[in-house]
Each structure stands twice: as C-alpha cells, then as structure tokens.
DNA sequence: ATAGGGTTAG
C-alpha cells in the first residue's frame, strides 16, 4: 500500500503543482497530502509551499510549512518566508525574520540582500537599510549586482541621492538595470537634467536603452516642461513602437498635459488601445490641474461608465478642481461620494479634503478631517497648515508647524511656503524673518522665488519697502513678476508713489500683461490724487488690449451657487435683495459705517460714489445670504477678485449688527469677519 | 527552489 501511495503521490508533490494552485483551498487540500505522506517532505517542496501561502496572502500558513520542515532549514528557506512577507508588504517583519535567521546561526546568501534591502526601501526605513548594506559589504555579497541595484534604489527611494551614486560608481559590472535604477532614481527625485544625462551616457557608452530608460526618459521631459526634446522622444517611441505599451503612454499623457499641452495629452489618450485606471487618473487630474472643473467630472463620469471604478487616486485627482471653485456643497457631495464608496479612508482622498474644505471657508471641517488621519504626510501637515495662513490664523498656524516638527515630520519647500505666507497674512514679521532662516540653517533647504516672494510680500505689507527691495536685491535670481507685484501691493497699502511707479515699470518690462497690476498703480496714483496719471494708466491699458476683469462675488445656497456682479438686477429675488441691502446701510450707518469714497472711486460726485459702492457685488451677495440662511449661520462668500476696501468695511459693521460670522474668501485669502473685525487685521 | 529597474495622485 505505502509503496502505491508514494508512486502516486510523486507526480502529485512536485513543487510545480502549487503554481496551479489558484485558490488558497486547493494549496491547503495539497498541503494535507503531502503531511499524510510517511516521508518527511523534501526542501524544494516546503519552499515553493512557503512561497505559495505568500502569494496567496495567507502568511499564517507560510509560517507553518516553514515549521513543520524543522531538519534542513538554510537561507534558502528563510528567504523564501522573508519574500512572502514582503509581498505581503509587512517590511518590519522580513527583517524580524532575518534577525531569527542570524540568531538560528545560518548564513544569509547573495539571494537574501535584494530582499532585505527591498524591504528596507518600500518602508523608508533607511537606517536599517544601511545596516543591511553594511552586512553585505562583510559577507562579501556588495559586488553582486543585484544587491547592488537594489541598493541603488533604496537609497533613491529615501532620497540619499549621493550614497546612490556612490554605490552605483563603485559598481563592477553594470547592465541595463543598473543604469535604469539610477536614472529612475534621478528623475524620482525631481533631478531631470541629471537623468537625462545618465541617459545620455548611457547610449554613449552603447548600454542597450530599454522601455524603463524611455520610461524615465519622458518622465524627466515632462518634469524640465520641456516639450521640444519631449516631442522627439515622441516620434521616437512611435518609430520603435513603444506606443503600444501602456505605462509609455501614460508617461507620454503625463508629458503633454505637464506641458500644458492638454490637447494633445487628449489625443494620446484617444489613440491608446486600453484606457486602464491609471491613464484615466493621469487625464481627471491634469484637466482638474488646469482648472478644467467641468471637463474633470465629466471624465470621472465617463471613465465610470466604461466599467471602470473609480479608486482614491480618481476622486483625489478631481478635488484641487474642487476646491479651486471654493463651492463647500460640491466638496461635501465629493466626501459622500467617498464614504459611499470606502474611498474615504483613502491617504490621497483625505489629504485632499483638507485643502478643499480649507479652500471652501470651512476651516473646523479641514481640522477635523487632518485630525482624524492617523498617518499624516507631510502633504496632509502642509495643507493644514496653508489653510490656517490663508484664513489669517497665523499662530495656529505656526503652532502647528512646531507640532509638526515635534513630531519628527521634516518639512519640504512646500510647507515653508504655507509658513511663510501665513507670516504674511498676518504681519509676523519678527517671525517670518527667523523661519525664513531656519528654513536654510535647519532644514536645508534654498529658498526660491516663491519664498522670496512671500518675504517681499511680508515686509511689503508690513511697511519695511526699503528693507523689502533690499531683499530683492540680493535674491540669486532674476525676481519675478509675482516679486515686484508683492512690492507693489505693499507700496498701494502704505502709498508709495515713487517706489510703486518702479515696481510697475519693471512688471512692465516683463511684460506682465495682468491688468491687475496696471488697476494697482492707478490706484496709487489715485490715492494721491494724481488724476493725469491715472489717465495715463487707462489709456495705455487700452492701448495694450487690457481689461479689468469684472468683479463677482458667489454664496451657496443649498445646493445652488448664486453669483452677482456689480449694480446686478438680473437675479430673480432683486428686489428683494436691493430692499435687505437698504435697510442694512442705514442699519450700519447708525451703527458708525462711512463709505470709504476715497481711494476706490474717483472722477465722481460723492453721493454718485456711494450709491455705486452700494450695489458692489460683495454686498448684494451678502444681503443675499442674510436673506435666506437662518440667524447664526455663517455666510460664506467668495469673489473674484481682491475684496473692495469699502465692502470690507461695510462686512465688518454687518457682521457686528446682525450678530453673523462672514467668511470671505477673495482672489488671494479668506477675510473671517466677526463681531465687527476681520482676521485680516485690515491688513491685506 | 529564493533576487534588481518602469505609469497617475495632495
């Protein structure tokens, strides 16, 4: 009998059957056979066993066939357990395991590092990862190169771009692979020029470039915006037929649209064969980037339509839509949309949340939700905090900046900037000066145009316009259009003719075609009651084609957005609206209220002036709210443009005689106007 | 029998 059953069983055992096993079911049914067997299971079997549950998922399982094979066990074994770990991205225990593997006194081989190393890289623990490379270096195993491209890439995952190199130098024999994981690790690191070098060294030295090195290749294009070589690359991949593979197109798709292509990005997106979810990821974000609302949701509708289901990623990428637009209702219905789907504890959706309810007015809801994250990112941090600098709550801000750091979070460039503007906003200067400093000296990092500009912007507004043109003075480089509007702003607050006249000129001779910058200057001058140069101003923005965009302010309500313009009689309730917004002026007139005629209206008779200021689209949107939400609720309104000095004023008085919070969310920050002050300081 | 590089996203 027995010797039946083993002739059986020996085609039956052999390690390639468990590659059939589909089903964790089946594997355990073969699992059982091989225990029944009366001899003890050979190696190649427990391992494939092992490796199998791994796949599979069920790590309880691989653990036991490791232990039932308790004669021979040897770096084979281990390995294969360390690997299902791994797959299962449980990185803390695959090095727990190599720990036991030391401990039960066998050796690691050269198959053991990549796996240790992988680990190590997936879940930035590169401390641990260094030590792995320290044993390898004793054992002899450093110049395989496996080990060494796995080593290359943690060190690029964790952005130790110079311990990168070093390994990759001192490498003895490099192929393909090698070359890839350092250009990959350049452009995964934002270094588009040193990967395209690598790249180019590469074909100098003859390495035969393969769909990874093309992969990366657009990827670094599309990051330098740099759409010439990128169209090459284009007509390229075509000619060698790449196309068809669909992580290059997606790359390609990517190219177009970072190029501000989105035309073109489209029409890669058409002539792809398979649309997966990743190419319809790429197309929602990159349309929602552009400010392309419409054009977003649509997608996301249609890409449901094609059967495909949306993941975090989808809704993550369609939300910076959404929260440019400020519409809260919009923003909510996203968030159900979410929790219906069990998207809503998705890292990129929550993230994202945050900056669409900071971005709606609705602060308490975008603390709540980071709050409620248990693994904050640096991206999750940095929003929080630009939320708390862009509605004026600077100390919150900086709070929750040193938590940050308290906490062990290093800052990137982004979070500085939120920092920095929250200084801004709110006139801490003495503040802002020190992070602007320990944003080099303890965190390294350079500050670029758009740091400068928020220091420009700070001192600006804060009246030092020496010091401010002093900084840029001495800025690395050229400023930039976004500087000497910051200095221009500053000189409209504190009126500065002479240095605000200077500050135009060079926006002028960037040719900055924002009519913004021209109604600034006017501004000024009408301040000072230079009416012919105001004139001046008009005519030469007539002569260059500009115009200054009309102004218009929204309010939800419900679920309709209601949007107003200046003087506006279209809307349905006008009458109404007019009549609330009389009764209101006389109210906060009694109350102290005095149109600030002065600077925002000239070439005018004064009662003319305030009946104009009257019917501003800040205030009809405001009467509005107060007409048709309940006593207590907060009106939510956002403009266009910058808030008209005489609305914020008149808000401020409204706020106090009606007893309600006004958020008001302008071109550039929120106004949180309540019992008569604004967390602007009237400083904006 | 066990090992290395590639696509989207705040």
């Not at 680990?119 to 792995?132: D, V, Y």
């Not at 009126?495 to 605000?500: F, I, R, T």
């Not at 000239?602 to 949107?621: F, G, N, P």
């Not at 009467?623 to 808030?643: D, E, H, S, V």
Request: with cysteine; proline share 4%.
């Amino acid at each position: 009998m027995a010797c039946i059953d083993q002739k059986n069983l020996q085609p039956f055992v052999s390690p390639q059957i468990f590659d059939s096993c589909k089903s964790l079911k089946l594997l355990k049914q073969s699992h059982a056979q091989i225990l029944k067997s009366p001899s003890p299971p050979n190696p190649k079997l427990t391992i494939k066993l092992v490796a199998s549950y791994g796949k599979l998922g069920d790590l309880d399982s691989a653990v036991l066939a490791f232990d039932q094979f308790p004669q021979y066990p040897d770096a084979f074994l281990f390995n294969s357990l360390i690997q299902a770990y791994n797959s299962n991205s449980l990185f803390r225990w695959s090095l727990e395991i190599y720990t036991q593997m030391l401990n039960s006194g066998i050796s690691p081989n050269q198959y053991t590092f990549p796996l240790l190393v992988k680990a190590c890289s997936s879940s930035f623990m590169l401390r641990h990862g260094t030590q792995i490379h320290g044993h390898s270096v004793k054992l002899g195993f450093s110049s395989n190169p496996f080990v060494g491209v796995s080593m290359i890439d943690m060190y690029m995952k964790n952005g130790e771009i110079e311990s990168a190199r070093l390994m990759f130098d001192g490498m003895l024999e490099r192929d393909v692979v090698s070359w890839n994981a350092l250009l990959t690790g350049y452009t995964q690191n934002g270094k588009p020029e040193e990967a395209l070098g690598v790249y180019n060294r590469m074909r100098k030295e003859g390495v035969d470039t393969n769909f990874v090195s093309i992969t990366n290749v657009i990827n670094a294009c599309s990051q330098m915006r740099f759409l010439h070589q990128g169209k090459w690359i284009h007509s390229w991949v075509f000619k060698t037929g790449f196309e068809a593979d669909i992580i290059i197109g997606t790359a390609l798709l990517d190219m177009y649209a970072n190029s501000a292509d989105l035309g073109f990005a489209k029409q890669i997106f058409e002539e792809m064969i398979t649309k997966d979810l990743i190419a319809w990821n790429c197309l929602i974000s990159c349309s929602a980037q552009n400010g392309l609302i419409e054009d977003s949701f649509k997608l996301f509708i249609e890409m449901q339509g094609s059967g495909l289901k949306p993941n975090g990623s989808s809704l993550a990428g369609i939300l910076p839509a959404v929260a440019r637009c400020g519409a809260l209702h919009l923003g909510k219905s996203c968030h159900g949309f979410a929790i219906r789907n069990g998207l809503d504890l998705d890292e990129y959706v929550m993230t994202a949340l945050i900056d669409v309810y900071a971005k709606s007015g609705d602060l308490i809801a975008a603390r709540r939700l980071f709050d409620f994250i248990p693994t904050k990112s640096v991206v999750a941090w940095s929003s929080m905090i630009a939320g708390y600098g862009s509605h004026g709550f600077c100390a919150e801000a900086l709070m929750l900046f040193e938590k940050m750091l308290a906490s062990k979070f290093k800052p990137n460039y982004i979070t500085y900037i939120g920092v920095l503007s929250a200084c801004a906003h709110s006139g801490f200067v003495k503040e802002g000066r020190e992070y602007f400093r320990r944003m080099v000296t303890q965190h390294g990092i350079i500050p670029n145009v758009q740091h400068y500009t928020c220091m420009v912007d700070m001192l600006a507004r804060a009246g030092l316009l020496d010091e401010a043109m002093d900084l840029i003075k001495t800025m690395p480089t050229e400023p930039s259009p976004g500087i000497w509007g910051a200095l221009l702003g500053g000189c409209k607050i504190h009126s500065h003719v002479e240095l605000g006249k200077f500050a135009a000129e060079r926006l002028f001779e960037l040719n900055s075609s924002d009519p913004g910058f021209y109604v600034l200057l006017s501004n000024i001058y009408a301040a000072a009651n230079m009416w012919s140069e105001v004139r001046k101003m008009r005519e030469l923005m007539r002569e260059r084609g500009l115009r200054k965009p009309a102004g218009w302010s929204s309010i939800e309500i419900g679920k309709k957005v209601h949007c107003f313009i200046s003087h506006d009689i279209s809307h349905a309730d006008s009458n109404v609206i007019y009549q609330k917004l009389e009764e209101l002026m006389e109210e906060i007139c009694k109350a102290g209220y005095i149109p600030e005629t002065k600077v925002v209206l000239h070439d005018v008779e004064d009662d003319v002036k305030e009946d104009m200021l009257r019917s501003h689209s800040e205030k009809l949107a405001m009467a509005y709210g107060l007409l048709k939400t309940a006593p207590g609720t907060p009106i939510r309104i956002m403009k266009n443009l910058r808030t008209c000095e005489d609305c914020h004023v008149a808000a401020k008085f409204i706020s106090k005689v009606t007893g309600r919070e006004i958020v008001l969310r302008d071109a550039i920050r929120f106004h949180h106007i309540k019992e008569g002050a604004c967390t602007c300081r009237d400083y904006w």
